[in-house]
Antibody, heavy 117, light 107 residues
Framework: EVQLLESGGGLVQPGGSLRLSCAAS????????MSWVRQAPGTGLQWVSA???????YYADSVKGRFTISRDTSKNTVHLQMNSLRVEDTAVYYC???????????WGQGTLVTVSS | EIVMTQSPATLSVSSGERATLSCRAS??????LAWYQQKFGQAPRLLIY???TGATGVPARFSGSGSGTEFTLTISSLQSEDFAVYYC?????????FGGGTRVEIK
């Protein structure tokens, strides 16, 4: 069974940093793309960042230059380093396992990031 | 960026009735289209990928159709557990984008 367990969310001031982590199990981690998708309170879904099985990375324009996605295949973990956080980055961040194409086959339970002074 | 537009925003349906949800892309996404269901307070769940292929464990009453720019999710006979928000998502071009969602509520 695929399991994705996020950690690292919390309250941070504008301009601050957070590092989200997602521990994956139940599948061959190294061959699948992984992503972070966020959902601001009461709104829809936004794809934030993605990393392919070959370690190519992708970022939404709104986070480019501020967020960095990475993966540690020895620990089956994907990270999202978030710097220069803004109020508008406040959201639930979901860790996502990619299916055969760039759709999300499995979702984590989400971790809440709140950016506020 | 490809804009995904879902309609209607809210759909009021009685249990046992058929529900038809629409999703339109601002440019062709071929068949690279997925549908998700999200219940309140939960993570989304994959229903359909490749525009028409059901994900593992998804009931047969959910079906998807379309290609190019016009897509449809049909729920043939709504059950109480189907009342939720449904999102479409294109994965033909980065950035991958979601529609704004359709809320299916009890009539």
């Amino acid at each position: 069974e695929v399991q994705l367990l996020e950690s690292g969310g919390g309250l941070v001031q504008p301009g601050g940093s957070l590092r989200l982590s997602c521990a994956a199990s139940g599948f061959t981690f190294s061959i699948y793309g992984m992503s972070w998708v966020r959902q601001a309170p009461g709104t829809g879904l936004q794809w934030v960042s993605a990393i392919s099985g070959g370690d190519s990375t992708y970022y939404a324009d709104s986070v480019k230059g501020r967020f960095t996605i990475s993966r540690d295949t020895s620990k089956n973990t994907v990270h999202l380093q978030m710097n220069s956080l803004r109020v508008e980055d406040t959201a639930v961040y979901y860790c996502a396992k990619i299916g055969g194409g760039w759709f999300v086959s499995n979702w984590g339970q989400g971790t809440l990031v709140t950016v506020s002074s | 960026e490809i804009v995904m537009t879902q309609s209607p925003a809210t759909l009021s349906v009685s249990s046992g009735e058929r529900a038809t949800l629409s999703c339109r892309a601002s440019q062709s996404v071929t068949s690279n289209l997925a549908w998700y269901q999200q219940k309140f307070g939960q993570a989304p769940r994959l229903l359909i990928y490749g525009a028409s292929t059901g994900a593992t464990g998804v009931p047969a009453r959910f079906s998807g159709s379309g290609s190019g720019t016009e897509f449809t999710l049909t729920i043939s006979s709504l059950q109480s557990e189907d009342f939720a928000v449904y999102y479409c998502q294109q994965y033909n071009n980065w950035p991958f984008t979601f529609g704004g969602g359709t809320r299916v509520e009890i009539k």
